[in-house]
T-cell receptor, first 114, second 112 residues
């Protein structure tokens, strides 16, 4: 499969625990995006990278969230001290450089915080 | 702030009829408007997009129209089929960023 992949697909954790998700973009894509989607809502932007540089981060993103893309390839999203309100689908997308390129989405990681 | 409103939230049509979904955006600097289809349990997939220098774009049974003055854009699906049943999301992106602002989605049901 040459599309965007995410791991794990599902994660159940207890409140207060830390979790880390991984995203592998399409290999030639230099932009990578993280979105969060809750039931009945559209994806909500969290952050994006161009190569290894994190260029924008949502003002809604609390300090408990951090994302990295150390070598400009895969990315990780960590949530510290999870809360029940963090339960959502976390979607990763990637695109080529330039303005007019489609964002391709991964299958998502569904997080449930109990 | 940036906002995209999408209506209706649910839409049921008979097979063969047309479906129209409407979105309104708030950021006048928005210049790119993609539409994504998301089937249950699957990833969003781009079905059509339009740029701000174009008023209409068509791809087989799917068309999108854009009214920049009113900051409205719409998705039109003709001759609907049961496999068109899904959730459809509109989005807007402005020229200064690469992030998409998504609408809240429309659940389309095509009744056979």
């Amino acid at each position: 499969d040459t599309g965007v992949s995410q791991d794990p697909r599902h994660k159940i954790t207890k409140r207060g625990q830390n979790v880390t998700f991984r995203c592998d973009p399409i290999s030639e894509h230099n932009r990578l995006y993280w979105y969060r989607q809750t039931l009945g809502q559209g994806p909500e932007f969290l952050t994006y990278f161009q190569n290894e540089a994190q260029l924008e981060k949502s003002r809604l993103l609390s300090d408990r969230f951090s994302a990295e893309r150390p070598k400009g390839s895969f990315s990780t999203l960590e949530i510290q001290r999870t809360e029940q309100g963090d339960s959502a689908m976390y979607l990763c997308a990637s695109s080529l450089g330039g303005l007019d390129h489609e964002q391709y989405f991964g299958p998502g990681t569904r997080l449930t915080v109990t | 702030g940036e906002n995209v409103e999408q209506h209706p939230s649910t839409l049921s049509v008979q097979e063969g009829d047309s479906a129209v979904i409407k979105c309104t955006y708030s950021d006048s600097a928005s210049n790119y408007f993609p539409w994504y289809k998301q089937e249950l349990g699957k990833r969003p997939q781009l079905i059509i997009d339009i740029r701000s220098n174009v008023g209409e774009k068509k791809d087989q049974r799917i068309a999108v129209t854009l009214n920049k003055t009113a900051k409205h854009f719409s998705l039109h699906i003709t001759e609907t089929q049961p496999e068109d049943s899904a959730v459809y999301f509109c989005a807007a992106r402005n020229s200064g960023t690469y992030k998409y602002i998504f609408g809240t989605g429309t659940r389309l049901k095509v009744l056979a």
